[in-house]
């Protein structure tokens, strides 16, 4: 079984260095946090961690959830590390503090949430899934709802799913068939929904379902569809819980991965009719949702930084003791000292830390917009979270297969078998690049929402930003090579946005046969962008002598392996995307 | 009544511990630090009698530089009332560290002082049984049981033979050993309590001690490495390298 320890140090380099946490906090009015806080809440989530849910990461992957008389029973052990998650305050980090929460910076929240998606995936997402509820209901839910709800779901003491996906709704939305016929004070809903993930488990008394549903009046397509609440057990007059609402977990998924986290099938309105209550204003449900949806794909995407950073520390720890290598007077040597492992084990830490530092960025915009001081920076930084959250969720994620099928390939044979434990990774990672929207709906949001629909604008704000640290790096004999490579990769990428402005209107099928590589490309961009003012950083403080030279010398030659090796596949996406649609749209569907 | 716990910023038992490249010291530039763990068990019994309404205070004391407030900081998040920080340029020894801490006592007037047994970075084991010494206060040392009795503590002791239980008059010092209790985590909104907390600061000149160095550090140097083991033929084989060449028969 593997350990897992939070690597603090680079979290905190990010956090000081990257995302200037101290000044997003004063910014924000929150004199009294800062980067020391910071460091302690970090240092106390890694504990629970590395102690407690790391550990269980194994004993969920082998022995699932399962489906009885009473609903679904967690892997044992589950529920033990959930109270005490819960009893350490951890769901209540980033609330607002109305509701009984710690109304902490979404960026400091970003950062111990990866330690709980390192340390256990699969149990992580319940969790995950009730900050997303608890979102959906703060956001647009009565008062009455969000005092009923809200401040048992943000101690954790109830949990949060979201039925969203119907067996022919997926990706589509608009085709939701579930149905809410009003009654009285409440609706009553019927349907069957799939892919609810923590749909059922005996660790809380209660669990909060947000629903979406149809109206029996309502426009069809994604203009008549309603977000309803549903709780498992309806609520006394105490608020406490009391009769079983009719919302059924009736199966569970077997799944490639995640295997601790049980994946439902739910079921309303079987017998009498689940009791829901409307969220908001009937209709707008597919609105709230994408209200949400930001701070949802951004999660996934850390996702898939966490999973990236467990399979490296695994393999590392292997590529250390594993000897492979004989030295001429018969001793033995590690594998770590061959060329090979160390191209695939610099590759993953190089990966690893332009994800770190590209999630926090753009969990701090999420920040930066919401204590913006005026109108116009609002709208600045928000443009910045609608453009990065799609790069954060594809290119994180597709990344995260790259580094954790490393992370296997470094056990060699070993890898292969289960027991070694790499291979969870590699099949836990498999569904980020699925869930929350496909990778390829991904970088369609990327080409059409937030590029075309404003004629490429937030993304040429977002490349002269870059060209700032391309000019910082080149003006450093030192990191002048660096700079060169940046230069030509952002001019790669200014070819590609011009190059989708002016095909996109002439061919329809331009924009969507070039997506994943427009996202994957400015993936990368983002990374090089991150490793480069990373390297700027850590040289400054080598200078001043500050910092630990061992941490920092590690990021200039991470920098440059990025630069070096991972930034040249812009050349390649730039290639394929000036292809443009001819071969890929060539064969008719006959031809397959 | 009154507890007073006593911690020490260490090295984090997770880091692999280097020693300088001259020999002189332990090199903790840049290394993690964190709470000794028989301090963090010394902070938690404390807690706990808080909790069960036989402590109505809890003051933690560490000493050295400013970092140190971290460990202090972590304590209060813990569950201790308030903290006390005296201020000194690194870690002094044991000695300067009992007669530093006799003086606060003195001022403080705990009923009941818990301290860790030991550190992990020194492995003395002495400061509680110097401090004893110093205010001539009954002392239980290696306890794994601590259970407050009518002006008494019952203390059970984890000695070579077995356990031995003495009942102490209070104030008393108590140094924990690893099986008194398991250390809580902190939660998240005690860490943010912890931050409104006080901490005083005070130095040895307002305590009236004179801090001298009675001991001097000469050399540090790390074990030989571990050498690779062989295969023996035979028993014949093990027991003659084992009298002739490890000579240990």
Not at chain 1, 320 to 339: N, V
């Amino acid at each position: 079984m593997s350990e897992y320890k939070h690597p603090y140090r680079d979290a905190e380099f990010i956090l000081n260095e990257l995302v200037d946490f101290d000044a997003l906090c004063a910014d924000a009015g929150m004199e009294d946090i800062n980067a020391e806080l910071a460091s302690v809440i970090l240092t106390e989530a890694g504990k629970l961690g590395s102690d407690v849910l790391a550990p269980l990461n194994e004993v969920g992957d082998t022995q699932h959830p399962q489906l009885g008389e009473s609903g679904v029973q967690q892997t044992a052990g589950f529920a033990e590390a959930y109270q005490q998650f819960v009893e350490g305050g951890w769901n209540s980090l980033t609330p607002s503090e109305e509701y009984g929460g710690q109304n902490l910076p979404n960026v400091l929240g970003t950062a111990v949430n990866e330690i709980w998606q390192s340390s256990n995936l699969a149990f992580a997402l319940c969790p995950l899934l009730t900050q997303g509820a608890i979102e959906s209901i703060a956001h647009h839910g009565s008062d009455e709802l969000k005092q009923t709800f809200l401040p048992k779901m943000v101690t954790g003491e109830w949990t949060g799913t979201m039925n969203l996906t119907e067996p022919d709704a997926g990706s589509d939305l608009a085709a939701v068939k579930t149905k809410a016929v009003p009654n009285g004070d409440h609706y009553l809903i019927s349907g069957q929904k799939i892919f609810i993930t923590w749909g059922d488990h005996q660790m809380t008394d209660n669990v909060v379902h947000l629903v979406l549903a149809r109206l029996p009046d309502a426009p069809p397509g994604v203009k008549g569809i309603s977000l309803f609440v549903v709780p498992k057990f309806l609520l006394d007059e105490n608020g406490n819980p009391s009769a079983r609402n009719d919302a059924h977990c009736v199966s569970l998924e077997h799944k490639l991965g995640i295997h601790g986290s049980p994946t439902c099938v739910m079921s309303f309105g079987d017998n009498e009719g689940a009791v829901g209550y409307l969220v908001g204003e009937a209709n707008k449900g597919l609105a709230y949702m994408f209200t949400m949806m930001n701070h949802a794909r951004q999660g996934v995407g850390l996702q898939g930084l966490a999973i990236a950073e467990r399979s490296y520390q695994q393999a590392v720890e292997y590529a250390k003791e594993r000897l492979q290598g004989t030295k001429r007077d018969g001793s033995r040597f590690a594998i770590i000292k061959f060329p090979d492992v160390r191209r695939m084990l610099t590759q993953m830490k190089a990966s690893i830390e332009a994800m770190r530092g590209l999630a926090l960025i753009a969990a701090a915009e999420i920040d930066r917009n919401q204590y913006a001081k005026d109108d116009s920076s609002a709208q600045q930084h928000n443009a910045r979270v609608e453009l990065l959250t799609p790069i954060v969720k594809g290119w994180l994620t597709e990344l995260a297969q790259e580094v954790t099928y490393l992370g296997t390939q470094v056990h060699g044979g070993m890898g292969f078998i289960e027991e070694t434990g790499s291979a969870q990774h590699y099949r836990d990672a498999r569904i980020l690049t699925i869930y929350e929207g496909t990778t390829g709906i991904q970088a369609l949001d990327l080409v059409g929402r937030k590029t075309l629909m404003n004629d490429g604008a937030h993304l040429a704000e977002l490349i002269a930003e870059i060209e700032v640290t391309v000019s910082e790096l080149e003006a450093s004999d030192q990191f002048a090579s660096q700079g060169k490579a940046l230069r030509e990769a952002l001019e790669e990428g200014k070819t590609a946005r011009e190059w989708l402005l002016r095909n996109a209107p002439e061919d329809a099928a331009a924009a969507g046969s070039i997506s994943v590589n427009f996202m994957m490309m400015f993936g990368y961009i983002c990374g090089g962008w991150v490793m480069g003012q990373s390297a700027l950083k850590a040289q400054a403080l080598l200078d001043a002598g500050n910092g630990d030279p061992e941490f920092l010398t590690a990021k200039l030659a991470t920098a440059q392996f990025f630069s070096e090796h991972l930034l040249p596949r812009v050349k390649a996406n730039l290639a394929s995307i000036q292809a443009g649609s001819a071969s890929i749209m060539a064969l008719n569907e006959d031809q397959f | 009544m009154k507890v007073l716990v006593t911690v020490k910023r260490v090295i984090d038992y997770n880091v692999k511990v280097r020693v300088k490249s001259d020999n002189t010291d332990v090199d903790l530039a840049n290394v993690k630090m964190a709470l000794n763990p028989f301090c963090e068990i010394a902070v938690e019994e404390a807690v706990r009698l808080k909790e069960a309404g036989t402590a109505t205070e809890v003051v933690v004391v560490s000493i050295g530089p400013k970092a140190c407030e971290e460990q202090i900081r972590t304590a209060l998040a813990l569950g201790v009332d308030r903290g006390i920080r005296i201020e000194t340029e690194d870690s002094p020894e044991s000695l300067n560290v009992a007669k530093l801490l006799a003086k606060v006592i003195e001022e403080e007037k705990p009923e009941l002082i818990i301290m860790g047994k030991q550190a992990i970075d020194t492995d003395n084991n002495q400061t509680g049984q110097m401090l004893g010494a110093l205010l001539d206060m009954p002392q239980g040392t290696f306890a794994s049981e601590v259970q407050i009795d009518d002006g008494k503590v019952n203390v059970t002791r984890e000695v070579d033979g077995g356990l031995q239980t003495v009942a102490l008059n209070l104030p008393a010092i108590v140094t924990t050993d690893l099986r008194l209790n398991e250390p809580r985590y902190a939660s998240l909104p005690n860490i943010m309590k912890a931050k409104r907390k006080p901490l005083d600061v005070k130095n040895p000149t307002d305590l009236g001690v004179e801090l001298k160095a009675h001991t001097q550090l000469l050399k540090v140097t790390p074990p030989e490495e571990r050498q690779a083991g062989i295969k023996v033929g035979s028993i014949d084989e093990l027991v003659d390298k084992l009298k002739n060449e490890a000579k240990v028969l």
